[in-house]
């Protein structure tokens, strides 16, 4: 850049002491936190951050130098909490991804379902992809297929569960429409995320949060650390998980003597 482009020592001086201020603030908001999510902690961080980057700039404009700092991205954190203290309704955001590895297991479990159901409308849709992930979503719960994935010829990809808190339950049918529009990142009480990225990424600092990665997973203002998307999911919604859902995904699929999957309990 030309040397009238450039920013002044003085510019630099005065992006350093604003660094030496941000942290003081910060400092004095962690001192005076009053509980875990202390939105003053919160935009006390989002400061600094915003400070320690532009002196980052400025000193690499002026100096060609660098800084230790490490900012994270914005796309890591979540903004301050400004939802109900004391919620009277929560929604429960699941996205998760799977790849179709095994297409041959996966529609002879579709036509194992079909063949127990008497009432088959168009029993060749198992005998596609397409058709088969119809038939058996639509037999099977999402939290059934999440913990038995591989007996339907699946592999997981990544996931995320996000708790959001509401003053009220929505009217019946209200969101049905458009179910995942208009969710207020600010009322998102807790969120939890697994990734295969985050195996590659354990020294890598991913915003505020604490970061439990044993698992692959990466968890985001307060899901506890031995939670993973299930845990989450019962523990809000009241659920007793049962004895065989639980040991399901360490049950290996029996074979006869054509190599063919045995049929799964269908028709629940």
């Not at 040397?3 to 660094?19: F, I, L, N, W």
């Not at 699941?94 to 297991?105: C, G, K, L, S």
């Not at 339950?169 to 600010?186: H, I, R």
Request: proline content about 6%; charged content about 35%; hydrophobic content about 35%.
């Amino acid at each position: 850049m030309s040397d009238a482009a450039q920013p002044t020592a003085a510019e630099v001086r005065a992006a350093a002491e604003a660094v030496k201020t941000a942290l003081d603030r910060h400092l004095a908001a962690v001192e005076r936190r009053s509980r875990e999510d202390d939105p003053a902690v919160f935009e006390a961080f989002n400061l600094l951050a915003a400070a320690a980057e532009a002196y980052d700039e400025l000193l690499y404009d002026r100096y060609d130098e660098v800084t230790p700092f490490e900012i994270p991205g914005g796309d890591d954190t979540l903004p301050p909490y400004t939802g109900p203290e004391e919620p009277n309704a929560l929604s429960v955001l699941i996205r998760r991804d799977y790849a179709v590895v095994e297409p041959q297991r996966l529609m002879a479990q579709a036509r194992w379902v079909e063949a127990a159901d008497d009432d088959t409308a168009h029993p060749e849709a198992a005998e596609t992809v397409h058709g088969a992930l119809g038939i058996l979503f639509g037999e099977f719960e999402a939290d059934e297929i999440a913990s038995r994935h591989k007996e339907f010829g699946l592999e997981e990809g990544d996931s995320t569960l996000w708790v959001t808190a509401a003053d009220e339950a929505a009217e019946p049918g209200e969101w049905l429409e458009a179910p995942f529009e208009d969710v207020d990142p600010q009322r998102v009480v807790c969120r939890f995320d697994v990734s295969a990225v985050f195996d590659d990424e354990d020294d890598d600092f991913h915003g505020y949060e604490d970061d439990d990665e044993d698992d692959g997973g990466d968890e985001v203002d307060g899901a506890g650390e031995d939670d993973d998307a299930d845990d989450v999911v019962d523990a809000a919604e009241g659920l007793t998980v049962d004895d065989d859902i639980e040991d399901a995904d360490t049950e290996e699929v029996e074979r006869d003597g054509d190599g063919e999957p045995e049929p799964l309990d269908a028709g629940r």
